[in-house]
């Protein structure tokens, strides 16, 4: 993983009221997270700059906007990703769920015009972004009774609408943004169409609950399911490294039984789990399921401040009835109560409500947790400058989707 450096006198000192942004240490950066305002503005682990060493094929450059960002007076950041479009020397500008920022400012081209300005100064055709606020909520007690052949989330009305999410979406296509997929529902994974991070999302609250709270949470399968993994000895471990390999293994029984392929490979979990440990020690962890000796699924989590994701979850085709991956998932609950978080984050579910279909299983399991399905703003794209820009916009489209 190479970052993109642009030297100072071609570094844009853009300026709107008192926001300057500049390139910045990946000290500075981590130092203003964990400010009570940075905290405050939720950073994921994919703006943490340990996720640019995961990403390969790809340039990385750390900003800060604020007052005096070169003395650590900040008020947002962002983690941008640049992939180099063949034959040319330009690039596409990827933000992974972000840029932290204070979405809530009216003003948002106080602090976002700079950032497309320099962007565009450093050689990005188009850019891509993730924006925090959430738009609509919908609790799993509302979702269960309204199953039915062709239903999607879009045919419920929510629990919850979002203001500012809505305020948000207004003020970025005000501006030329569009939405990846369109506005609608999204496609039949977990994320929309032409999503690259889930769409919608399945959160745990934790905050102000209790562990006993949490288990009345759950419903009664579940409540059941975990029993049935105590009676039966299924013994919950925090893994190492060392394990790896064998939840890689997993992932790929997994995958082939459950009809999906992530594309990932060993190496790209093996880079993952040393550079967002390096980072802060035990960012990443590794739950395994042992029974008989035998590892029968693994799990991984992944913790940024008050938030903690379970990412990526794998499990064997055997011995399923002691219900290992319940098992984990209630450890995994409770560890991320105990560490403090705010929320479980149990990333993507599919947006269809039809018993029917395959994908619908992944959501009635996450449902049992008694949480809330999220639809995010999803992502959003933009092509930056004249026309040849434009042009590029979409023949790096058509190349992804060759792709």
Known sequence: MSAL?????????????????????????????????????????????SWAEVKEGWRSQLLGWGPDPEAGR????????????????????????????????????????????????????????????????????????????????GDVLASEVDPLGTAVAERLRARGWHRCGGDGAGGEGTGGDGDAQPRHVFHVPLAGRTTEDLWSGLNQ????????????????????????????????????????????????????????????????????????GEILAAHTMITVGRRAWYQTGASADHRREVRPSNALQWRMLQDA????????????????????????????????????VVETLGEWEKPLGGSANHTLYRAFQAYLNRR
């Open 221 to 292: 399968e579940w409540r059941r399911n975990v029993r049935r993994s105590q009676k039966e000895g299924v013994e919950v471990v925090v893994g190492s490294a060392a394990e790896l390999p064998e939840f890689y293994r997993l992932l790929g029984i997994t995958e082939r039984r459950d009809g999906f392929r992530l594309g990932r490979s060993l190496a790209y979990y093996e880079r993952q789990y040393a550079a967002l440990n390096a980072e802060e020690p035990g960012r990443m962890k590794l739950y395994l399921a042992r029974h008989r």
């Open 74 to 153: 900040l008020t947002g950041v962002a983690l941008v990703l640049l992939r180099q479009f063949p034959g040319t020397r330009k690039y596409f500008a990827y933000l992974p769920e972000g840029p932290v920022a204070d979405w809530s400012d009216p003003d948002v081209d106080g602090w976002l015009g700079p950032l497309l300005e320099h962007l565009r100064r450093a050689g990005a055709f188009a850019v891509r972004i993730g924006p925090s606020p959430a738009y609509r909520r919908w609790d799993a007690a509302l979702l269960k009774p309204l199953t039915g052949p062709g239903r999607r989330l």
């Open 337 to 372: 109560h105990a560490l403090g978080a705010d929320v479980y984050d149990m990333r993507g579910v599919p947006s269809t409500l039809d018993p029917d279909e395959r994908a619908y299983g992944l959501l009635r399991w996450k449902l049992g947790t008694g949480g809330q």
């Open 5 to 49: 450096l642009v030297p100072p006198s071609r570094v844009p000192q853009a300026r709107n009221r008192d926001v300057a942004l500049r390139t910045i240490t990946a000290q500075t950066y981590r130092a203003f997270l964990a400010t009570p305002a940075g905290a405050a503005l939720g950073a994921g682990f994919l703006q943490c700059p």
